[in-house]
């Protein structure tokens, strides 16, 4: 038996997703015509042996976290609940607070997974290898060229074992160009090293003087709390993978998430790829349509669109690497690229709305994404173009490498501004 565990984090976090989390929860929001979290869900239901998934966050359960997770159970026929943090937890600080529900049933080892990745998700890989070799935590790995590695989790290992020897968190100096991806298999034994710094946290926070200013005894951060003080113990051990993975971290690399999941749609479900008809529009590489949108036949699409629920595309219109949410509007003769169109919005006729793409190095095949920054010396840096909910856009102006919030109706061109 198993279980997955998928920490879903809460508005408190993913500033840099903003505008597009104001209106649904960032791990609700759509990449490659479903949300975020289904593709999590999808790749642990196919696990032989899955019993239930639970999401653990901070988020209110609202109406559309209540519908996403109803339809998941009739989709998946599996349990998938959310379990509420009472205040943010931390990476690890959830786990050992629903430690009972996890454990009921008696799991041979459960999954962790980041809602904020993009993966292949080899989570079948991940519990061979886990049942060959036994241990606590296993971690998914993947490679990164020695600059980026500095932003995330670095990993040094036994290569002939595949122990983690040494675990460092956003080092300030290259330690290992082996990363770490956010995705884990952990046994149940795996709970007691968070019991144990719960515990140290609560003797630590007797001791504060200003209790105002102690973050709480279940606040646990799994990489630095856990990972950096076991490595090299024997308990911890990586699974290297060379598919597919990036963080969404900004909206630019939600676009980067839809082009990769797009790609893999090839494999894992061609049904949802369009495919070129006559009388239907020209469809260039990999796009996914909703099916209640409407497209004009004129219009050409791809590579790497994504158009949802009750969208219309006019007449001449050309979109490519783009993302336009439900119920936005592109009329006649439009272009739109590295763009995301908001909920609702329009773009009239003849506009134009491009974005500058932040993508890894093609040349580079160990490069990742960049933890882009918005603002260098108080100016807007080119980024791609976000149009927020309800956004309309009259005929004829043009939009580059601008954010455009909610409810904005613009009379003009705009070129690398926040539009408020």
């Given at each position: 038996m198993l279980k997955a565990v998928i920490l879903i984090g809460g508005p408190q976090k993913g500033t840099r997703f903003r505008p597009l989390s104001f209106e649904v929860p960032k791990p609700l929001f759509p990449v490659a015509g479903v949300p975020m979290i289904q593709h999590h869900i999808e790749a642990c239901a196919q696990v032989p042996g899955m019993q239930e998934i639970l999401l653990i966050g901070f988020y209110q359960p609202d109406e559309a976290l209540t519908q996403f997770l109803e339809a998941a159970q009739q989709e998946f026929n599996l349990p998938v609940r959310y379990l509420?943090?009472?205040?943010?937890?931390?990476?690890?600080?959830?786990?050992?607070?629903?430690?009972?529900?996890?454990?009921?049933?008696?799991?041979?080892?459960?999954?962790?997974?980041?809602?904020?990745?993009?993966?292949?998700?080899?989570?079948?890989?991940?519990?061979?290898?886990?049942?060959?070799?036994?241990?606590?935590?296993?971690?998914?790995?993947?490679?990164?060229?020695?600059?980026?590695?500095?932003?995330?989790?670095?990993i040094v290992e036994n290569p002939q074992t595949h122990e983690v020897l040494h675990y460092v968190e956003k080092p300030s100096t290259?330690?290992?160009?082996?990363?770490?991806?956010?995705?884990?298999?952990?046994?149940?034994?795996?709970?007691?090293?968070?019991?144990?710094?719960?515990?140290?946290?609560?003797?630590?926070?007797?001791?504060?003087?200003?209790p105002g200013s102690w973050p709480g005894a279940g606040t646990i951060r799994l990489e630095q709390d856990v990972f950096s003080a076991l490595a090299g113990q024997g308990q911890i051990y990586v699974h290297l993978t060379d598919g597919i993975w990036s963080q969404i971290k900004s909206a630019g690399s939600a676009l980067y998430a839809s082009r990769l999941y797009l790609g893999r749609y090839q494999i894992t479900h061609p049904e949802r790829l369009a495919r070129h008809t006559p009388g239907g529009p020209r469809i260039r590489g990999n796009v996914y349509i909703h099916p209640t949108a409407k497209v004009?036949?004129?219009?050409?699409?791809?590579?790497?669109?994504?158009i949802g629920k009750g969208v219309t595309i006019g007449e001449g219109v050309r979109l490519r690497e783009s993302i336009v949410l439900h119920g936005a509007t592109l009329q006649e003769h439009t272009c739109?690229?590295?763009?995301?169109?908001?909920?609702?919005?329009?773009?009239?006729?003849?506009?134009?709305?491009?974005?500058?793409?932040?993508?890894?190095?093609?040349?580079?095949?160990?490069?990742?994404?960049?933890?882009?920054?918005?603002?260098?010396?108080?100016?807007?840096?080119?980024?791609?173009?976000?149009?927020?909910?309800?956004?309309?856009?009259?005929?004829?102006?043009?939009i580059l490498n601008s954010i455009v919030l909610p409810h904005k109706e613009l009379s003009r061109s705009f070129t690398n501004q926040i539009i408020l």
């Open positions: 509420q943090e009472f205040a943010p937890l931390g990476t690890g600080g959830g786990l050992y607070h629903f430690r009972d529900q996890i454990l009921a049933g008696a799991p041979e080892a459960f999954f962790v997974l980041n809602a904020d990745v993009c993966s292949d998700f080899p989570l079948s890989a991940m519990l061979d290898a886990h049942r060959r070799q036994r241990h606590p935590f296993l971690l998914l790995g993947t490679t990164a060229n020695r600059t980026q590695s500095l932003n995330y989790g670095c290259f330690i290992s160009d082996i990363i770490n991806c956010g995705i884990y298999l952990f046994s149940p034994e795996a709970l007691k090293p968070l019991r144990d710094v719960f515990q140290r946290n609560q003797q630590d926070g007797q001791l504060e003087e200003s004009a036949p004129s219009a050409v699409l791809g590579p790497n669109v994504s739109v690229l590295h763009s995301i169109v908001g909920w609702g919005s329009t773009v009239g006729r003849w506009s134009r709305v491009e974005g500058t793409p932040n993508d890894p190095n093609p040349n580079d095949p160990r490069a990742r994404m960049d933890s882009e920054s918005l603002f260098k010396d108080g100016k807007l840096l080119p980024a791609i173009t976000i149009l927020g909910c309800r956004v309309r856009i009259p005929a004829e102006v043009l």
